[in-house]
C-alpha cells in the first residue's frame, strides 16, 4: 500500500510559488523552497520531480490564480481599447497589492538567470510572447471594426502596451504605489490612436 503524504500538496505549491515570486528562480534555492513548503528534500523530488518542474507547476498556478486577470480582461471586454485599459488598471491593482509580492512573477521570475537556467526563461518569455500577441489580437479587432485607423501599427502597439506592463511590474517592485502605477496607465492609454472620423 502506498505511503500516504503528510503535507497537503496545495499548500506547499502555494509557498513555493510565493518564494519564486519574492526571490525569483534562481535566487531561490531547494533549501530555502523546503523551508517555506514545510517538507524535507526527498518530499520534495517525490511530489514535484524537481525544482524547475516545481517552477513550471507554481507558474500555471499563478496564471491560474494571480495572474488570471489579464487573459479575463482581453476576453470580457467589448473592444480591444477597453481590454486593454482594463489589463493596465488592474495590473497596477495586482502588482502594488499588499497581499503577495510586488510586480509579477512571469516578468520579474527569471530576469537574472544565467545559462543553466535558459529553459525556465524561454518558458516564462513564450508565456509573455502569448500575452503580447492576445494584446495584439484585441487591438486588430479594433482595426477590422473601424474603431483604429486602418493603417493602424498594431504590432508596434502591442509592444509597446506589453512594454508599460512589465515597466509597471518593475516599478511595483520598486516600490511603486497603486496610485503611481494607475497614473502610468492612464498615461499609457493617452498613446491610444484616435478613433478614424466617420
Known sequence: MARQRAFDREVALERALLSFWRHGYEATSVAELTAAMGIR???????FGDKRRLFEEAVRRYQE?????????LAEEPTGRAAIERVL????AEFASDSHPAGCLI?????NCGPESA??????RGFREATK???????DEDVAAGR?????????????YAAVIQGMS?????GASHAALRRVATLAMSAWPATPSP
Open 148 to 160: 483604429l485607423p486602418a493603417d493602424t501599427d498594431t504590432a508596434g502597439l502591442a509592444t509597446f
Open 107 to 111: 516578468i520579474t521570475a527569471a530576469v
Open 119 to 124: 529553459e525556465v526563461q524561454e518558458l516564462l
Open 170 to 174: 518593475t516599478q511595483a517592485r520598486d
Open 65 to 73: 490564480t494571480y495572474g488570471a486577470f489579464t487573459a479575463r480582461a
Open 89 to 92: 488598471r488592474e495590473s497596477a
Open 41 to 47: 528534500p526527498p518530499s520534495l523530488y517525490a511530489a
Open 133 to 139: 500577441a492576445a494584446l495584439k489580437a484585441r487591438i
